[in-house]
Structure formats: C-alpha cells, structure tokens
C-alpha cells in the first residue's frame, strides 16, 4: 500500500522567512514519482514538481527548491523568501510507475504567509 | 476555456436525492480522473478513466456512485441515494496520456471542483 504523510498541519511565518514543508512517503515499488501540489483558496490543484524515483538530485526553481532524499523517503518542499501569495495547502503526492494512475495525496500543510 | 471546467460548481441536495457532476476536461486529453477531497484533508482517488472506459474504479466508495465517459471527453460523476457524509469537493483532472505508452511526462491538470453538501 502506498502512504503519503505530510506531518505539519499548519505553518505560519513572517513575509521574506524561509520556511520547508515536510513529505515523508511509502511505497513498495522500485519505481515511482513524487508530486506537490498549492491548492490556493480557489480550490483549484496548481502542479508544482513531478520528480521520478532514480533523479534524487535536488532542484530549485525560483524561490522553490526540492529534496529528494530516498535513503529517508521524504521529499520536503522548501521555499525561500516567503510571500503573501504562497499562502496556500501544499500537497504532497505520490504515484506508482506500474500502469497505476492515481496520485495517493498526504493530507496537505496550510501555509500562512503573515505580512 | 483551455483548463478543465467543473459544474456546477456548488450543488446542495437533499439526502437521498441523486446528483450528477460534470467535468469538461481540456481538449485532447485522453485520461480523466475524479477525486474527492473532505474538508481539512487531501484529494482521494475514485476513478479513473482512459477515452471511454474506465480504467480503474477501484476508488468508489460502493455502488451509490457511478461515472461515465461515453464520448471519451466530458465526464459525468452520478451519485444514487446522497447521504450527508457524501459532502466534499469533487475534483476532476485530465492529463494526455496515450494509452499504453509511458506516462513519465505527462501531469494532471485539475479543475475547481464542484463543492457538494447534502443536507
């Protein structure tokens, strides 16, 4: 079975603070991706990242930056600088390579950007 | 519109009423998924459909809920029978995934989602 655990319920930090959020998953397969997710208040999913089980190098995009760190099984989501605007639920997902399409999701971390 | 279109988007029924849910998904998108999301928790998979079939429906919770295809775009979520604890978000995604080849690259884009409460 497969299992996503997102640990912070909610996180709140000052404007321009750095702050990670934190994705710890379960898997049995050999092979499979990782996702994150913002769902803003409007509800809808906005895809962040997709990252493929054999690419454990880190990657940074903007103010984001991922680590992926299979020996732990987490995949923590890191974002630098902080701004009102990345208030949101961040989801952390998970999907098996094996014909399987669905994304097992954690439970979500509500981030509260404070001005 | 180029993203995935939910309606309604809000729906308030009665229980034991049945309702049904449409996802418009975006154009040229073979795969279609519908999840349902509870207040303070993460989306949770319920079917899952590649053109007209479903590929997997291993996510209904029983056979109150009901999902079809038939043209292999819209997609229309039907639930028999509303309870209360049938109240969530419904989420639908689409994403280009042939079928049968390799999924590595593609992502599913989700919608708004239609909020349904059953009183």
């Known amino acids: 079975a497969q299992k996503v655990t997102q640990a912070q319920t909610e996180i709140s930090v000052v404007e321009k603070e750095d702050v990670t959020l934190d994705c710890v998953y379960e898997?049995?397969?050999?092979?499979?991706?990782l996702f994150w997710y913002k769902q803003p208040p409007s509800g809808e999913l906005v895809f962040l990242i997709r990252?493929?089980?054999?690419?454990?190098q880190n990657e940074i995009s903007g103010r984001y930056s991922w680590n992926f760190q299979k020996s732990t099984s987490s995949f923590n989501f890191t974002i630098t600088a902080s701004q009102v605007v990345d208030s949101a639920v961040y989801f952390c997902a998970l999907r098996s390579n094996f014909g399987n399409e669905k994304l097992t999701f954690g439970t979500g971390t509500r981030l509260t950007i404070i001005p | 519109g180029a993203g995935v279109s939910q309606t309604p988007s809000n729906k308030v029924t009665e229980k034991g009423k049945y309702v049904e849910l449409r996802c418009d998904p975006i154009?040229?998108?073979?795969?279609l998924y519908w999840y349902r999301q509870s207040l303070g928790q993460g989306p949770e998979f319920l079917i899952y459909?590649?053109?007209?079939?479903?590929?997997?429906d291993s996510g209904l919770p029983n056979d109150r809920f009901f999902a079809v295809r038939p043209e292999g775009s819209v997609s229309t979520l039907k639930i028999q029978r509303t309870e209360r604890g049938d109240s969530a978000v419904y989420l639908c995604?689409?994403?280009?995934?042939?079928?049968?080849?390799?999924?590595?690259?593609?992502?599913?884009?989700f919608g708004q989602g239609t909020r349904l409460t059953v009183v």
């Open positions: 995604a689409s994403s280009l995934t042939p079928w049968g080849t390799a999924i590595e690259n593609t992502e599913a884009f």
């Open positions: 990252r493929n089980s054999f690419d454990e």
């Open positions: 459909f590649q053109g007209t079939g479903a590929a997997d």
């Open positions: 898997t049995r397969d050999t092979t499979y991706y």
């Open positions: 154009s040229g998108h073979t795969a």
